[in-house]
């Protein structure tokens, strides 16, 4: 730990490289280690554990997911960063592993060699893709502590009949519990962007659908939040319209915001 708490300052580390934030990578840094120390705690406890850390960048966040102790394999698709963050690996004691890579393409299962969380400040651009990457495919995350612009924040936590409550929603709380658990203002960035960001804690449910629900789930989803204002008589019509709303149990008169997760769990079900 001494190591790391020799590290210089963030931001004397980025002017030392002559480092810029990239808008082309969705690029926002986080230099505050309080704000990122709070992260962590929120996604903790990590000592001994294995995180999964994507878009390090100048590796603030990184630097407090490895003083809570955890082991960090860090995905960094940029590689101007590569020489900053291996000085973190230096000072890591062997905690910190560097992959450059694309993580929409990585097989974190390979990665990870076993169970693992993700913790992230995710890149803006690859948020949500990344996030039902984890959701849905073959290697599930013991828990998913993620940063998102806060519109798409408030959309994977929203209940049903708010505003924000749509398909991002119902798929991530039909697999997970899913609460906002921080909010931050663009001020607390470099360079600030245009909007607010909000973290999520995901924790996946004990018992979740099987793949071949969360497949229906996909299509129900997609087909009555695509039509969102009409009935799910007209909006499911071409997966079965009134016959699948009334084998599921559901009111066809309703309209998509305002039917639960469990609801369109046994739409799926019935497809």
């Known amino acids: 730990m001494n190591d790391l708490a020799s590290l210089p300052p963030l931001r004397d580390s980025l002017s030392e490289h002559g480092l810029l934030a990239d808008k082309s990578f969705g690029q926002h840094f986080l230099l505050d280690l309080n704000i990122t ?3 962590a705690r929120l996604a903790g406890p990590l000592d001994g554990e294995t995180v999964i850390e994507v878009g390090p960048g100048p590796g603030g966040l990184t630097r407090a997911l490895l003083e809570a102790g955890a082991r960090v394999i860090a995905v960094e698709k940029d590689a101007r960063f590569l020489p900053l963050l291996s000085e973190l690996a230096d000072a890591a ?3 910190l592993t560097l992959v450059e890579a694309d993580a929409l393409k990585v097989d974190e299962a390979v990665l990870a060699a076993g169970p693992g969380h ?3 400040n995710l890149p803006y651009n690859v948020g949500t893709p990344l996030l039902i990457k984890w959701l849905t495919g073959p290697w599930r995350p ?10 798409v924040a408030d959309r994977i936590a929203a209940p049903v009949n708010d505003d924000a409550y749509g398909r991002l929603g119902v798929i991530c709380q039909a697999l997970c519990q899913a609460k906002v658990v ?12 245009k909007v607010s960001s909000a973290v999520v804690r995901l924790d ?4 979740p659908p099987s793949p071949a629900e969360i497949a229906a789930l996909e299509k129900v989803t997609a087909a009555a939040f695509g039509q969102r204002r009409k009935m799910l008589r007209s909006s ?15 009111d066809p008169n309703v309209r998509a915001e305002t039917v639960p997760v469990e609801g369109f769990l046994a739409l799926a079900r019935a497809l």
Do not use: H, N, W, Y
């Open 37 to 39: 120390r709070k992260i």
């Open 93 to 95: 004691d062997g905690r």
């Open 118 to 120: 993700v913790v992230s």
């Open 142 to 151: 013991v828990s998913m502590t993620l940063m998102f612009q806060k519109e």
């Open 182 to 193: 921080m909010d931050l203002p663009p001020r607390a960035f470099t360079p600030p962007p």
């Open 204 to 207: 996946p449910l004990a018992t």
């Open 236 to 250: 499911l019509k071409v997966l079965g319209g009134e016959a699948l709303c009334v084998k599921a149990g559901i």
